[in-house]
C-alpha cells in the first residue's frame, strides 16, 4: 500500500497455506537519488543504522531525509553494494543505463505467527502538498529540482 500523497510504503506478507509458516528475509536497496540521475557506489554514503526496538533509521547522505523502518522483525546490519542494476529503459531511450544500489542490511520475520508488516518512510517530508510546495505544483516539478547524485553534490 501506498498513502496518498506521502513518502511512505506498506508492505505486507503471509503465508496463505493452513498451519505453515515459514521465514521471509527482505534486503532493501536504497539510492537516495533524483529520479533522473543514477546512483553509483561512493564512500560519501553513511552505512550507519540507527537500531531503536522495532525501528531502524537509515540517513545514507546528509543532505537527504532519513528513511525509517518500522517492523516486528529482526535486523542484521549487513551493509553491502549491489553494482551494475541495468535499467532496461532507459538503455531504450539510448541514455547511461547501469546503476548501483546500497543495501544497509536485512529483516526477518517468523512468518509461523501470523504475517508479517513493513512500514517505510522518508521521514520530514510531508508529500506534494508540505512545505516548500506551491498550491497545484508537485515538489518534484522540474522547476524545483535539485537533481543529480547526492554523492557528487547537486546538480
Same mark, same amino acid.
Given at each position: 500500500? /501506498?498513502? %496518498?500523497?506521502?513518502?511512505?510504503?506498506?508492505?505486507?506478507?503471509?503465508?496463505?497455506?493452513?498451519?505453515?509458516?515459514?521465514?521471509?528475509?527482505?534486503?532493501?536497496?536504497?539510492?537516495?537519488? =533524483?529520479?533522473?540521475?543514477? +546512483?553509483?557506489?561512493?564512500?560519501?554514503?553513511?552505512?550507519?543504522?540507527?537500531?531503536?526496538?522495532?525501528?531502524?533509521?537509515?540517513?545514507?547522505?546528509?543532505?537527504?531525509?532519513?528513511?525509517?523502518?518500522?517492523?516486528?522483525?529482526?535486523?542484521?546490519?549487513?551493509?553491502?553494494?549491489?553494482?551494475?542494476? /541495468?535499467?532496461?529503459?532507459?538503455?531504450?531511450?539510448?541514455?547511461? +543505463?547501469?546503476?548501483?544500489?546500497?543495501?544497509?542490511?536485512? /529483516?526477518?520475520? =517468523?512468518?509461523?505467527?501470523?504475517?508479517?508488516?513493513?512500514?517505510? /518512510?522518508?521521514?520530514?517530508?510531508?508529500?506534494?502538498?508540505?512545505?516548500?510546495?506551491?498550491?497545484?505544483? %508537485?515538489?518534484?516539478?522540474?522547476?524545483?529540482?535539485?537533481?543529480?547524485?547526492?554523492?557528487?553534490?547537486?546538480?
Amino acid at each position: 500500500m /501506498l498513502p %496518498h500523497e506521502r513518502p511512505a510504503a506498506v508492505l505486507r506478507w503471509r503465508v496463505n497455506a493452513a498451519g505453515r509458516g515459514g521465514r521471509l528475509v527482505v534486503r532493501p536497496l536504497l539510492s537516495g537519488r =533524483d529520479s533522473h540521475a543514477l +546512483h553509483h557506489e561512493n564512500p560519501a554514503l553513511r552505512a550507519e543504522a540507527v537500531v531503536e526496538g522495532e525501528r531502524v533509521r537509515w540517513q545514507p547522505y546528509a543532505q537527504l531525509p532519513p528513511v525509517q523502518s518500522l517492523a516486528a522483525a529482526d535486523y542484521q546490519h549487513d551493509p553491502q553494494w549491489y553494482r551494475n542494476f /541495468l535499467l532496461a529503459e532507459e538503455r531504450e531511450r539510448g541514455f547511461e +543505463h547501469r546503476m548501483d544500489l546500497w543495501s544497509p542490511g536485512e /529483516l526477518c520475520w =517468523d512468518l509461523t505467527g501470523g504475517e508479517a508488516v513493513w512500514v517505510l /518512510l522518508a521521514e520530514g517530508i510531508e508529500g506534494p502538498r508540505g512545505a516548500g510546495a506551491e498550491p497545484g505544483r %508537485h515538489p518534484r516539478h522540474p522547476a524545483d529540482r535539485r537533481g543529480g547524485d547526492p554523492a557528487r553534490g547537486a546538480g
